[in-house]
């Protein structure tokens, strides 16, 4: 998939993010992970962070027109984008896996358009599908 189009794409520090005005982003982030106001609440999972990103991975194989972009070098948080079906707007989504024990894990997931001041609420049904999906496959 092409990446034409697409703004530059830093790093996210979940702990300092600034939200842009314009209500085309959605944020899940654990309580107090972030300086930005979430729109979800992170789900807790019975997992080790290495499962759950293992189902991550295999979540997104599954996603139509969409790439993963950036990898930390630790592996912790990983960068996507999804294009939009009609226009091919890219949409990224970058998500950081979270260890709360060797039992245990939860994430931040940070969805949010390249172009336009509305999104129409496409951000936000993607993470909480993305999420139903992920807790689908962790059983």
Same mark, same amino acid.
């Given at each position: 998939m092409p990446l034409f189009g697409l703004k530059k794409i830093d790093a996210i520090d979940f702990a300092t993010l600034v939200r842009p005005t314009s209500?085309?982003?959605?944020?899940?982030?654990?309580?107090?992970?972030?300086?930005?106001?979430?729109?979800?609440?992170?789900?807790?999972?019975?997992?080790?962070?290495?499962?759950l990103i293992s189902a991550w991975v295999d979540l997104i194989r599954?996603?139509? &027109? *969409?790439?993963?972009?950036? !990898?930390?070098?630790?592996?912790?948080? &990983? *960068?996507?984008?999804?294009? !939009?079906?009609?226009?091919g707007f890219p949409d990224v989504i970058t998500v950081q896996f979270i260890a709360l024990s060797t039992e245990t894990c939860t994430l931040a997931v940070y969805s949010r358009s390249q172009y336009g001041r509305s999104d129409f609420g496409a951000n936000k049904k993607r993470v909480t599908a993305w999420l139903s999906d992920l807790g689908d496959l962790l059983g």
């Open positions: 209500p085309n982003t959605f944020l899940v982030c654990p309580a107090s992970f972030s300086l930005a106001e979430a729109d979800q609440e992170a789900p807790i999972f019975p997992h080790s962070r290495d499962t599954n996603q139509t &027109r *969409t790439v993963e972009i950036v !990898t930390s070098g630790d592996g912790f948080q &990983r *960068t996507f984008v999804q294009r !939009t079906r009609f226009a």
